[in-house]
């Protein structure tokens, strides 16, 4: 009898570094879920890439994959690979077949295939809600990926064409959407976070970083003129060009300010959300939107984005430069407990359909084709 040498996947060097910054947002949070799923559903075989820190990450963005830390800070790292395309990963990692860049920042091939990912490019379409140095940074990061890398990944077709919009080619492009799970909150779980953070029995939620492009201004005013007796709640981090962006600083009875929570409380905070309104102006893909419906919970977001795409029908839709249409959408599922129940059931059965191992699958086949 022969015995035949079992196949080894593709060893893969991925930028982590996401997870150590001050407000890491979804790129952090989805680069650590697709990691964690692709090597739990297929044979990649990965190695993290992070700068050097003297502290862990937070507890919700430490990698599971094993990690290497170069002996150099953020900002020297990520300047001499956009500037200099050095070092090479290999002087730490050892031979890998893909060195994948997960966002922003690309490090040098290495004598590997260059996977890619783009989240979004909303720094083009809107640059004044960015610093000149983001602007910068990010630009550079486009020219590097247009110029070296084999495939870009994109979470959304809305990313994929203005993707084609900036000059990327289609055959390069591969749409690989992220997924979702739903989680089992219990009544323990309810009455727990309700009590912590002595929550009304009826509320909006709002969950995100908060940035110009979230456009929480347009949700502040169309909570003003709901009729509904229903107070918001929101969830996150403060970014950037936000001083003014959350009201009235600390909150009122109306607008409660929650900041950071853990991921377990989020879910809950999902669940007992009478509604979810996300009225972005640009994402990438709105993983929000995706993990509140996944709770059975009715989302409210707008038109014409990605996370139109992401809630395929399941969602009420609006104009988010008009306030009066996010108004009358939460008004709607105020008065209306059948479109409630309607709209929970869709969304169920939509994030259902996004699972992570539909883009662990999808991702390790974009590995393999770089490296035939």
Not at 231 to 252: I, N, Q, R
Request: hydrophobic residues 45%.
């Amino acid at each position: 009898m022969s015995c035949q040498t079992p196949v080894v996947g593709p060893r893969v060097a991925a930028v982590v570094e996401q997870s150590w910054h001050r407000v890491p947002g979804g790129t952090a949070t989805s680069t650590i879920r697709t990691l964690d799923a692709v090597a739990t559903y297929t044979d990649v075989e990965f190695v993290g890439l992070a700068a050097r820190h003297r502290e862990a990450a937070p507890a919700d963005l430490v990698p599971t994959i094993p990690v290497e830390h170069l002996p150099l800070s953020r900002v020297v790292l990520y300047e001499a690979w956009h500037r200099l395309r050095r070092p090479a990963v290999t002087r730490w990692t050892g031979p890998v077949d893909v060195v994948h860049a997960t966002g922003g920042v690309i490090p040098p091939r290495s004598g590997a295939g260059l996977v890619v990912t783009i989240h979004d490019l909303a720094f083009l379409r809107e640059p004044e809600q960015f610093t000149k140095r983001g602007v910068s940074f990010m630009t550079r990061g486009l020219e590097l990926a247009q110029r070296d890398a084999d495939l870009i990944i994109v979470p959304s077709e809305a990313t994929a064409q203005d993707c084609l919009n900036a000059g990327i080619e289609r055959c390069r492009l591969r749409v690989i959407p992220w997924g979702c799970q739903q989680v089992e909150v219990s009544d323990f779980d309810r009455t727990n976070v309700r009590d912590a953070y002595s929550l009304p029995e009826e509320f909006l939620l709002w969950v995100g970083t908060a940035e110009p492009r979230k456009n929480l201004p347009a949700l502040l005013e169309a909570h003003e003129r709901i009729h509904a007796d229903l107070p918001l709640v929101l969830v996150g981090p403060v970014g950037w060009g936000s001083d003014a962006m959350y009201g009235t600083p600390g909150g009122t009875d109306r607008v409660r300010h929650l900041g950071v929570v853990p991921g377990s409380v989020l879910s809950v905070l999902y669940e007992l959300a009478t509604a979810f309104v996300y009225p972005s102006l640009m994402e990438g893909f709105g993983m929000p939107v995706l993990e509140a419906m996944a709770q059975g919970t009715p989302v409210i977001t707008s038109r014409g984005s990605a996370t139109e795409e992401v809630a395929g029908g399941a969602a009420r839709l609006i104009d988010p430069l008009d306030s009066g249409s996010i108004a009358v959408a939460i008004d709607e599922l105020a008065s209306d407990a059948v479109l409630r129940d309607r709209l929970s059931a869709k969304s169920r059965v939509r994030a259902a359909a996004l699972t992570w191992e539909n883009t662990a699958n999808l991702t390790a086949s974009a590995y393999r084709e770089v490296v035939r």
